[in-house]
């Protein structure tokens, strides 16, 4: 949240650019910020079991969500087929 709220007073600061064209003060606190965040995120997903457990899970449904589609978008050519063949069949009657 700091880093949003550092961000967003970066963005609408009057000074946003100092001379030579060197970032202001808030955006390379905001930068800092980030780099931080993501360090943090990786630290705790490493030696936290539940992160870690819990960034797995994520990960894992994440991989499955593909096979999935793919399911329904062959399921979905079967139906196709299967109602052709059935009005051909009703048709030869």
Same mark, same amino acid.
């Given at each position: +949240?700091?880093?949003?709220?550092? &961000?967003?007073?970066?963005?609408?600061?009057?000074?946003?650019?100092?001379?030579?064209?060197?970032?202001?003060?808030?955006?390379?606190?905001? $930068?800092? +910020?980030?780099?931080?965040? &993501?360090?943090?995120?990786?630290?705790? $997903? &490493?030696?936290?079991? @539940?992160?870690?457990?819990?960034?797995? @899970?994520?990960?894992?449904?994440?991989? &499955?969500?593909?096979?999935?589609?793919?399911?329904?978008? @062959?399921?979905?050519?079967? @139906?196709?087929?299967?109602?052709?063949?059935?009005?051909?069949?009703?048709? $030869?009657?």
């Amino acid at each position: +949240m700091a880093f949003i709220r550092g &961000l967003a007073k970066c963005k609408w600061s009057k000074r946003r650019l100092s001379g030579g064209g060197r970032a202001c003060r808030c955006e390379r606190r905001a $930068a800092s +910020m980030r780099r931080r965040s &993501l360090d943090g995120f990786w630290e705790k $997903a &490493l030696s936290d079991p @539940v992160a870690f457990f819990t960034f797995w @899970v994520g990960a894992f449904t994440g991989v &499955l969500a593909f096979p999935t589609i793919g399911l329904w978008i @062959v399921t979905e050519k079967g @139906v196709r087929n299967q109602i052709t063949d059935h009005h051909a069949y009703n048709d $030869a009657d």
